[in-house]
């Protein structure tokens, strides 16, 4: 395993030259784009790393698995998709023309729209501090925290966010004023991991939502199982079906560089490369995942399932 | 010509069932759809009125022709033209689309996102006491006040608008606060006028910008030339096209059921009609000035022109 | 099994109503929209049936996914997905849209435009009656047959196919004239199967490309991996995403009513269910499979596999 | 008026670098984009001209402004507009998206969707002979003749437009096939005229259909009305608002290079100029119209009309 990590990550280094940071957040435009780690967790708890795995830097999108979840345990399936869909937008990340164009409400919940909706849901459901608690527990790493410097320089230039949560508004998907939902959506965005805090993350995904550790569950099965498929036909904007086919493990990735990755029933694996491909996707965290996938035959379909 | 107008109105009437008063704006959804009025200014200073003529209604988008106005007046063309163009957009007023999808800036000043951006660049030149004594003068009417109700009610209810000008700030295009560019577009839009305000306008537009009382000059030929010419191929939103080739003169509508026409060099007209087709134009509103354009040879192209 | 079968069947017959046939092709468009029927195929060779399972109908839109896997044996990855990319688009599957505005080639091989281009290949690769041959086998159907009144009742009605081959011939990524590739495409369609055709499909590729009678490898393994993951994000149209998280096995509609799904290393299935939903989905069928899917916990993250 | 034509084409022929000539057409690609020509027609008889006012080049899609009137005149204003619209399209002149995604028929008769249907009405209305003789009396100019390897250059190179023609037909729009309507469509394009022709055509728009030399009326008054609203709010594509703003005159381009433009009631202009810009219009023709319009006050809006 180590020796499979490393090698990934050498070459990936290599391609960290060719992608950029997420300009249109300062905070995140000034991070050094050369940084590449990889953690991956296995089911016996064992972490393995390389490269900059311990680094901190913010969840971003990420957090929108986590609030997909919160969101089907707190208010279940019907209320939760009665005003976000599930499919695939098309479009990029950030987009607008759908919601505008052809559809009453946003194509899924991975996508900028469809987040703040579901954040606009749980604002009165759930506080921020049991947010981050409950991230921290499922991460199990106790060291996450908000990050001030991101959240504020986020929160300075959320025009765009601002844009499409009004759009929400005017078609009365909002449960909450724009400010209330895009702060806690925000604030989601703004917490400090690292690549094995996503490794963990993805093995509680990978068991069914038990904590392997301590055996608790932590999410029901169907929110699970809810959530994976999401991420798979949705996680990596509009680059999942690619990376489904290359890779094909549910995955989620962020702005800031992050992605998580499930390989159900086996092993959570979490990255952390902030150089981003036009998609947002992390360009040498994506070659990692290809390269784990090809050696561990970790795809979905794969042929059959090696050990180590 | 009494005679012409009486017979347009009472046509027209038959057709105020039709259609709908602006419903997405309370206090204009409450208004009474079966209204209409109509009046006609012509050179030697006559007025000519039928139906609800000298009925008090909010001005609304015909204020994007004073607010364009005044921007050339104040920017000169190169600024004024510098963040939004002049395209019939194909789309809806309060579209979001192109400027999502494959535009950097507003297609024209007569949509709402065109309105906006201008609006944010009068906001630092101009007070709005300044444009409201300059819409009096226009109007050749001192008793225009701003409508506190509709205002309100329409600062209400303003999420797409919001959603609009959020887009316009995150693509750099907003010179003042999303706030201050739209309590200066709203307040604009909620100046009360009657159809005879607003053919005593259109009387100045056709005179190239003189006061035909006073013989003062109001506004600059050159931007009367351009605002006519964009009125004329954006004005009546995505019917723009359709109502040059049935009734060819320079005409603004306005959600609040007003239509403001300029016959160049012959007279202005003024209509006051809420019932609107989904387009936001007045219905009976554009059948008056398809009778009038027939009965008078009104049309730019008309192939001669009589006398009264 | 029996006995879920029947109860799911039994069910899902009330919704037939619900939909309509597919009334643009009028040879579709005739057909009794109150069939419904189901066949499961396992791994030790049986089949389980239910209502209308040795019906024939043309298998339509479900020929993609063999011309898909034809595709790549022939011309390799790289060919093949030179000129369609992978990604569900977001829109119905026989839009213009996308490929007119923002992309240089069709989204996926599973909407009418990526088919074509993916049949302008093949048809200087492989002969109509090899494909016929070949899809027998992966049936292991000898009986299918190509449909003349169903493929003349399509060529006569091709307009919008042939705006869509045409488009793609005008940015250069037809390997063959118009007329060959729609040719190879409706033959293609028009093959009459059955249920049980599909549902022995659909073991072949959840047996990874081996006929599990024989032995014999028809796929090879890399084949059967990218045609089962491109099925589960694009292949229910516009549906996909929705189907995934409430069935999540890979599948493939047809708007002769035929679904084909592989419940991977246990099944197939297949279904036959000519009422379609607005998409062009078996609306009877998905309440089949959803109703099997939970029952026997077919769903790919399913939290656990009981045995029958 | 001789001076004011060198200046503004000898100024125009310095911009003549700056576009490209229409290279989806082999034939036009092959053309000298250095060519620069203007002759005015004016209400005299008098031929102004400048430059390569006598070349020959083909008309392109200024015959969409002559089958538009042949249209109203023979099929009326009602049967014409049944299946076209009025409204400026918003988009570029080959789009397909807004005819797929929003509406039923094309936006205006100027755009290549909206001048094939109108081709496929007239198909069947009038031979190509009795237009070719019409456009000649048009133009007053009897060696107009088809330009045979452009013709066929383009039917070679068509595909894009069979794509705009199958989609009208799958909406049931076409009155013949899409071959009749295409081959009528492509032969009207590749008429041979000169920027003298154009004057000439243009002058007899100007003097409301009758030909000034022999008094004969060749087209109706209210078709004339028509045909120069829609060249005025559609003619430059989606140039069409800001060459109003700046030229301000009924004009319609073609991708030979041709523009046709009507000063009602004084004259008809001519351009050749095959350096187009990115929206398809004659780069330096743009220029020239432009000078025309300042020097000569020819903006329909313009404050006073001097002598010459």
Known sequence: MDKILEKAVEEGKKMTALGRTATYIPELGRMDKSYLGVCVCTGDGQYYKYGDADERF????????????????????????????????????????????????????????????????????????????????????????????????????????????????????????????????????????????????????????????????????????????????????????KFAVEVGVPSKSGVGGGILSVVDKRMGIGIFGPSLDEKGNSIAGQHVLRELSAKMKLHMFADNVPEF
Request: negative net charge.
């Open 58 to 241: 913010t969840i971003q999108s990420i957090s929108k698995v986590i609030s997909l979840a919160v969101a089907l345990e707190r208010c279940g399936f019907e209320r939760t998709f009665d005003r976000v869909g599930m499919e695939p937008s098309g479009d990029s990340f950030d987009s607008l023309v759908k919601l505008d164009l052809t559809s009453d409400y946003p194509s899924n919940p991975m996508i900028n729209s469809g987040a703040i909706a579901i954040a606009s849901h749980l604002a009165s459901e759930v506080s921020f501090e049991q947010m981050l608690k409950f991230t921290r527990l499922l991460c199990m790493d106790d060291e996450i925290t908000l990050n001030e410097r991101v959240y504020h320089s986020e929160m300075g230039h959320i025009s765009r966010n601002k844009a499409i949560a009004y759009l929400l508004e005017s078609k009365g998907i909002l449960e909450n004023s724009v400010e209330e939902s895009l702060k806690f959506y925000v604030r989601m965005c703004s917490l400090n991991v690292t690549a094995a805090s996503l490794a963990g993350f993805g093995l509680v995904l990978a068991s069914d939502g038990v904590d392997p550790a301590t055996g608790k569950r932590l999410l029901h099965s169907w929110v699970v199982q809810i959530v994976k498929t999401i991420m798979l036909t949705c996680g990596m904007y509009d680059g999942s079906g």
